[in-house]
């Protein structure tokens, strides 16, 4: 089970619909794989704004991962207000190109593809292959077994 997955799931029992300590589960007993997945840019742009930042360093820590973290949400970075991103496009003396293309803009990139690459390692190719997810509310623990979480649950928790 991906990482990622798991940033979507919460908690199915009819009682913990309404907690917030039911996002996100927490892994226990969990047997960590990793499996090399080639690296698409794009994807990783298109799906952060889509992941719960906060989850994802509380699972990621959970797990012995945040090394693999940035300390920010690098989505919340193409949030600036337009006024933020028109000083940041000013043209140089001449005219001729923003300053920020001419300086930073390659140390930027590469900054971000690391970032985007660290990423990719702990929400793609970072997988629990065994061990349980339980609930923050009302303990209920979801086995997952050969990379596959059961989340079915018994008639008197429905």
């Not at 293309?101 to 971000?112: C, L, Y």
Request: glycine share 6%; hydrophobic share 35%; proline share 6%.
């Amino acid at each position: 089970m991906k990482l990622l997955t798991t940033n979507f799931l919460t908690c199915a029992v009819k009682a913990c619909k309404s907690s917030s300590a039911s996002f996100p589960l927490h892994f226990k007993d969990a047997v960590l794989e990793r499996t090399e997945i080639e690296f698409n840019p794009l994807f990783m742009q298109n799906i952060l704004p889509r992941v719960n930042w906060e989850a994802l360093t509380v699972t990621a820590t959970e797990l012995g991962l945040q090394a693999l973290v940035p300390e920010k949400n690098p989505a919340d970075l193409d949030d600036m207000s337009p006024e933020t991103k028109e000083e940041d496009h000013e043209m140089d003396v001449e005219g001729d190109e923003p300053d920020h293309e001419q300086e930073g803009a390659p140390k930027e990139a590469e900054i971000d593809e690391e970032v985007l690459k660290k990423l990719h390692t702990l929400l793609l190719e970072t997988g629990v292959s065994e061990g349980k997810l339980v609930c923050g509310n009302c303990g209920f623990e979801y086995p997952i077994k050969e990379g596959v979480g059961n989340f079915l649950l018994p008639a008197h928790l429905v």
